[in-house]
T-cell receptor, first 112, second 112 residues
Framework: KQEVTQIPAALSVPEGENLVLNCSFT??????LQWFRQDPGKGLTSLLL?????REQTSGRLNASLDKSSGRSTLYIAASQPGDSATYLC???????????FGTGTKLQVIP | DVKVTQSSRYLVKRTGEKVFLECVQD?????MFWYRQDPGLGLRLIYF???????EKGDIPEGYSVSREKKERFSLILESASTNQTSMYLC???????????FGPGTRLTVL
């Protein structure tokens, strides 16, 4: 059974810092990995999708990497801003048909 | 951009009522999903549909049913609402099996 862990559960950083969010998984037989952000009381916004054959994806100040051999993905946020404050979740497609496993998220606060 | 809409942002119902949650997507996606999100438990898949009139149970289907009469619309039905169904309900859609998932804004359901 795929297990997805995001540590830390919460993170607070000053504005302007570069930061890394972590996502660990137990089964490396994945199809893809998706990073989302969720603002309080809202739905999930897709940030990046990395296919199993890829090592990284970039969008603006965000860079996501995937290392299947170590069961790890990281989301790098450059020059953090208060607007980046949200909960960040990773989700993995693996195992059977339509099986997606979500992490429980890292709550990020960027302090002005 | 893909747009997924949900019929209500907030809903309050009484125990025993029949509850309908509606989800509509405008990008001709094949797959649609219903999740619930609870603190400490993350997102859990209730049901998904890979085609009109086709549905599959997710991890926690008990107490729920679904309907997909048209490709763009996926409904979640609580036949007899109970207090333990108080939760945030999230709908999502994707083009195909391993494609990026796009989420709606969520419905916060409270069952009294």
């Amino acid at each position: 059974k795929q297990e997805v862990t995001q540590i830390p559960a919460a993170l607070s950083v000053p504005e302007g810092e570069n930061l890394v969010l972590n996502c660990s998984f137990t089964d490396s037989a994945i199809y893809n990995l998706q990073w989302f952000r969720q603002d309080p009381g809202k739905g999930l916004t897709s940030l990046l999708l990395i296919q199993s054959s890829q090592r990284e994806q970039t969008s603006g100040r965000l860079n996501a990497s995937l290392d299947k051999s170590s069961g790890r993905s990281t989301l790098y946020i450059a020059a953090s801003q208060p607007g980046d404050s949200a909960t960040y979740l990773c989700a993995l497609h693996s195992g059977g048909y339509q099986k997606v496993t979500f992490g429980t998220g890292t709550k990020l606060q960027v302090i002005p | 951009d893909v747009k997924v809409t949900q019929s209500s942002r907030y809903l309050v119902k009484r125990t025993g009522e029949k509850v309908f949650l509606e989800c509509v997507q405008d990008m001709d996606h094949e797959n649609m999903f219903w999740y619930r999100q609870d603190p400490g438990l993350g997102l859990r898949l209730i049901y998904f549909s890979y085609d009109v009139k086709m549905k599959e149970k997710g991890d926690i289907p008990e107490g729920y049913s679904v309907s997909r009469e048209k490709k763009e619309r996926f409904s979640l039905i609580l036949e007899s609402a109970s207090t333990n169904q108080t939760s945030m309900y999230l709908c999502a859609s994707s083009l195909g099996t391993w494609n990026e998932q796009f989420f709606g804004p969520g419905t916060r359901l409270t069952v009294l």
